[in-house]
């Protein structure tokens, strides 16, 4: 069975940081781009960043870019997302999610791990 | 890069047909055939319902389709049951600094 297991959420102070991990199986980790996408409370999706199979293409949302790092560790089918200078508006649902083969769509969603940034 | 638009809600009677719309730019929905669509029930993950604007994932109900005329993609909904109240959102890739943008979102009821 196909599946993405999303950890690290939690509550963390604004400026704080937190790391969120996404465990994959049952599918080949390595041949596939992912995807974490947020959605805060009550709101809509919003797609937040990518990374090819190889590590070699990544993206950010401009929401994002230059306090969220993507990563990937083919080795352990696992993938993250560093989150730096947290503030509130980044309080949400995170979700980690596989690409199809051209990328032109997220095939498997995990069940998403909250995160709160709140003093 | 701002969201794609959509109503934010459509309604139907058990039976109908609905269709939701989703409204890009030529840099996104216009421009590429890579639209998708989203259900999420309350709670849940999102789930893939339509890729590349038609294509039907393997184990998705027929009953879902999707078009595009220009800038604008559309998911139809046949057949309406209970079980598909929902809220929607489609995605495109977008040529932009970024790489993909979602829509608003549409609510969904089988009244």
């Known amino acids: 069975e196909v599946q993405l297991v999303e950890s690290g959420g939690g509550l963390v102070k604004p400026g704080g940081s937190l790391r969120l991990s996404c465990a994959a199986s049952g599918f080949t980790f390595s041949s596939y781009s992912m995807n974490w996408v947020r959605q805060a409370p009550g709101k809509g999706l919003e797609w937040v960043s990518s990374i090819s199979s190889s590590s070699s293409y990544i993206y950010y949302a401009d929401s994002v870019k230059g306090r969220f790092t993507i990563s990937r560790d083919n080795a352990k089918n696992s993938l993250y997302l560093q989150m730096n200078s947290l503030r509130a508006e980044d309080t949400a649902v995170y979700y980690c999610?596989?690409?199809?083969?051209?990328?032109?769509?997220?095939?498997?969603w995990g069940q998403g791990t909250l995160v709160t940034v709140s003093s | 890069q701002s969201a794609l638009t959509q109503p934010a809600s459509v309604s139907g009677s058990p039976g109908q047909s609905i269709t939701i719309s989703c409204t890009g730019t030529?840099?996104?929905?216009?421009?590429?055939?890579?639209v998708s669509w989203y259900q999420q029930h309350p709670g849940k993950a999102p789930k893939l319902m339509i890729y590349d604007v038609s294509n039907r994932p393997s184990g998705v109900s027929n009953r879902f389709s999707g078009s595009k005329s220009g800038n604008t993609a559309s998911l139809t909904i046949s057949g309406l049951q209970a079980e598909d109240e929902a809220d929607y959102y489609c995605?495109?890739?977008?040529?932009?600094?970024?790489?993909?943008?979602f829509g608003t979102g549409t609510k969904v009821t089988v009244l």
């Open positions: 995605s495109s890739y977008t040529s932009s600094s970024t790489f993909y943008v």
């Open positions: 999610a596989s690409s199809n083969p051209l990328d032109t769509a997220m095939v498997t």
């Open positions: 030529s840099s996104d929905v216009g421009g590429y055939n890579y």
